[in-house]
T-cell receptor, first 115, second 113 residues
Framework: EPEVTQTPSHQVTQMGQEVILRCVPISNHLYFYWYRQILGQKVEFLVSFYNNEISEKSEIFDDQFSVERPDGSNFTLKIRSTKLEDSAMYFC?????????????FGPGTRLTVL | AQKVTQAQTEISVVEKEDVTLDCVYETRDTTYYLFWYKQPPSGELVFLIRRNSFDEQNEISGRYSWNFQKSTSSFNFTITASQVVDSAVYFCALTTSGSRLTFGEGTQLTVNP
């Protein structure tokens, strides 16, 4: 069964460093998403992406964040200058379309630890 | 604005007990979709079910059942004859647009042998 994959599973970085989190969405999906979950808290929407453009972003997704689909398979989230409060689990998701009937399938997550 | 509330932070039951996880939502939209996701200890988010706002029929899938009541803005999830493998965090979520999912705080369910 196709699945969303994410690498690395755990990333440790120093405050102020740039990190890139990688995701491979399900191959025939067209919409891609990033969510984050601070430890013990709810899952929060960051951004959705379609046709090489951001289609929606939350207030969390500020200028420190960017997303890219550098090739036909990868979808990346870049944090330019990490802060302590960026420590969280980051989930990538993908769906066929952006209708509510198009289920978002999530990857296993990347745990980001900022020291 | 949309909001999902899962008032039960943690629930602990003994195997074979039935357990209900509560979910209350808020939205001004008349068309919306509700979801339940399971997050086992391994951390991934597993899709369980989706309901739309026009379909209030209850749904049963094996030991899982869902009760959707628009009158009380609730979408509760019941596990019958719980098993240790059901131990996980369960999230209720809402969308009106299909793009952004709004999640509740999650309920940590622990099923003890």
């Amino acid at each position: 069964e196709p699945e969303v994959t994410q690498t690395p599973s755990h990333q440790v970085t120093q405050m102020g460093q740039e990190v890139i989190l990688r995701c491979v969405p399900i191959s025939n999906h067209l919409y891609f998403y990033w969510y984050r979950q601070i430890l013990g808290q709810k899952v929060e929407f960051l951004v959705s992406f379609y046709n090489n453009e951001i289609s929606e972003k939350s207030e969390i997704f500020d200028d420190q964040f960017s997303v890219e689909r550098p090739d036909g398979s990868n979808f990346t989230l870049k944090i330019r200058s990490t802060k302590l409060e960026d420590s969280a689990m980051y989930f990538c998701a993908s769906s066929m379309g952006d209708y509510p009937t198009d289920t978002q399938y999530f990857g296993p997550g990347t745990r980001l630890t900022v020291l | 604005a949309q909001k999902v509330t899962q008032a039960q932070t943690e629930i602990s039951v003994v195997e074979k007990e039935d357990v209900t996880l509560d979910c209350v939502y808020e939205t001004r939209d008349t068309t919306y979709y509700l979801f339940w996701y399971k997050q086992p200890p391994s951390g991934e988010l597993v899709f369980l079910i989706r309901r739309n706002s026009f379909d209030e029929q209850n749904e049963i899938s094996g030991r899982y059942s869902w009760n959707f009541q628009k009158s009380t803005s609730s979408f509760n999830f019941t596990i019958t004859a719980s098993q240790v493998v059901d131990s996980a965090v369960y999230f209720c979520a809402l969308t009106t647009s299909g793009s952004r999912l709004t999640f509740g705080e999650g309920t940590q369910l622990t099923v003890n042998p």
